[in-house]
């Protein structure tokens, strides 16, 4: 009898180190994962910074040269006034399409491509995400003065019009980056909501819940845990629309709230906000395989 004690104490013994194991490889694992994502914001965000500084400065040396050539019309020769003026503004507009034909040759291989038509240029900015190609969007600007929207596809509930009254006059450049940046991370969150409802429903409890812009989810989830089945409760609200993971990532547990489940929902709530939606499952599955082997 005692034999048998000790080998199932030592068997139990063995199995709480193998989860300790996998649990600290998880949690380094976790922690790189967002150094890393930490990381590529910055760099991101510096990169972004300095571009509209760039920009910025393009757009005051290009105004001068207009200026410069507004004053030289108007004090070299007999023009009127008026004449002057007009001149002046076709010097920006021609100036504005060939800033726009320079982008065409720049944005080849960045998503953002574009053709030139009788009145302006058409843009198709394709979207990806982690190397998947999603759905494109097209967008016909008329370039005169001041540049026109003709026609697009982007959704209603991207914010086309506050990003084209910001920036499509000054700093068309801008523009398109803003807006691609807008639809991509808007594919990206509709991606990742799609592959967890197409390829890890067997976790969910119900009707994964989402909006148009898929910047709010809900969702119930279940997580087996020795032996044990845990439901939670999530809520995740993506307050930067220029990016493909949540802000806020609330957990909550159905049922009385011990200290160790108060770490898996600080857990979960952590994982979400740094890792993709459905890797973030495949964690969870791979963690109660993991489980099922040492079992």
């Not at 240029?121 to 759905?135: H, K, M, Q």
Request: some cysteine; hydrophobic content about 35%.
């Amino acid at each position: 009898m005692e034999e048998a004690t000790a080998y199932l104490r030592d068997g139990v013994l063995s199995h709480l180190e193998k989860l300790e194991a996998h649990a600290r490889k998880l949690a380094l694992k976790q922690e790189e994962t967002q150094r890393q994502q930490e990381n590529l914001v910055r760099l991101r965000a510096r990169v972004q910074e300095l571009r509209l500084q760039r920009d910025e400065l393009q757009t005051k040396v290009n105004l001068q040269q207009v200026a410069l050539i507004r004053q030289e019309r108007t004090t070299g020769s007999n023009v009127e006034p008026v004449q002057a003026v007009e001149t002046g503004g076709q010097a920006l507009l021609k100036w504005k399409v060939e800033n726009v034909k320079a982008m065409l040759q720049a944005f080849h291989l960045t998503g953002l491509s574009g053709k030139l038509t009788k009145q302006g240029v058409c843009f198709c900015i394709s979207t990806a995400y982690e190397g998947t190609y999603l759905d494109s969007y097209y967008l016909d600007l008329l370039i005169q003065q001041p540049v026109q929207i003709r026609h697009h596809s982007v959704p209603i509930f991207i914010p086309l019009e506050q990003i084209a009254k910001k920036y499509l006059q000054t700093n068309i450049k801008c523009f398109l980056a803003m807006l691609s940046d807008h639809l991509n991370a808007y594919a990206g969150r509709k991606y990742q909501a799609d592959q967890l409802q197409d390829h890890y429903s067997a976790f969910l409890k119900g009707t994964l819940q989402r909006n148009s812009l898929h910047n709010v989810l809900f969702f119930n989830y279940d997580v087996e845990t020795e032996s044990k089945t845990f439901p939670f409760r999530a809520k995740l609200v993506y307050g930067d629309l220029t990016r493909s993971l949540p802000t806020e990532a609330t957990i909550t547990y159905k049922g009385d709230v011990s200290d160790s489940l108060v770490e898996k929902t600080a857990a979960h709530s952590n994982l979400f906000r740094h890792t993709a939606l459905h890797k973030a499952f495949d964690s969870f599955k791979r963690a109660a395989e993991n489980l099922d082997q040492t079992a």
